[in-house]
T-cell receptor, first 116, second 114 residues
């Protein structure tokens, strides 16, 4: 079975605090891709990052960083020195290509509220 | 470059009416996805096309829903007849080639069925 779990429903922080969003996935495939998307209050989902299962290097993009650990099936996302503009719903997603099949799963999302 | 274009942005209709949502994917993208988002059910994948061919429509709620992709630059999602429980935001997204690539989402269509 394929599944993405974002256990944190809501996180509230004060500006400049760091916030880490957890994403735990399940898949029986050895080749898969992980994604993070952001949905700000305006409503449109925005792609943030894509990572394949063979690349466990962590990535940093400005204040955003991602920690991919296959050993724990996790792909966590950290916002450093959060800002009010980071307030959004963040989705983790997984795609896996099985023989003669495919699976695409989104987590339920984590709502991040950054207070000034 | 233009992103994914959806129309209309808002639609209010009465129960029983036919509703047609439209989507123009990013030029050069081979895959197109339709999603529905509600507070109760979150983000649901309805159907996925690759090279204009429906690959998986297992997420389509019922026979009242149908989707077509007559060419690489246009897709429709039709609900006939519409019901109040169909009220949701419907997103269209496209990717370069399949689910292994990141998706670019349109602004969504907010549908209200009264």
């Amino acid at each position: 079975a394929q599944k993405v779990t974002q256990a944190q429903t809501e996180i509230s922080v004060v500006e400049k605090e760091d916030v880490t969003l957890d994403c735990v996935y399940e898949t029986r495939d050895t080749t898969y891709y992980l994604f993070w998307y952001k949905q700000p209050p305006s409503g449109e989902l925005v792609f943030l990052i894509r990572r394949n299962s063979f690349d466990e290097q962590n990535e940093i993009s400005g204040r955003y960083s991602w920690n991919f650990q296959k050993s724990t099936s996790s792909f966590n996302f950290t916002i450093t020195a959060s800002q009010v503009v980071d307030s959004a719903v963040y989705f983790c997603a997984l795609s896996a290509l099985l023989p003669n099949d495919y699976k695409l799963s989104f987590g339920a999302g984590t709502t991040v509220t950054v207070r000034a | 470059d233009a992103g994914v274009i959806q129309s209309p942005r808002h639609e209010v209709t009465e129960m029983g009416q036919e509703v047609t949502l439209r989507c123009k994917p990013i030029s050069g993208h081979n895959s197109l996805f339709w999603y529905r988002q509600t507070m109760m059910r979150g983000l649901e994948l309805l159907i996925y096309f690759n090279n204009n061919v429906p690959i998986d429509d297992s997420g389509m709620p019922e026979d009242r829903f149908s989707a077509k992709m007559p060419n690489a630059s246009f897709s429709t999602l039709k609900i006939q007849p519409s019901e109040p429980r169909d009220s949701a935001v419907y997103f269209c997204a496209s990717s370069l080639n399949g689910i292994s690539y990141e998706q670019y989402f349109g602004p969504g269509t907010r549908l209200t069925v009264t």
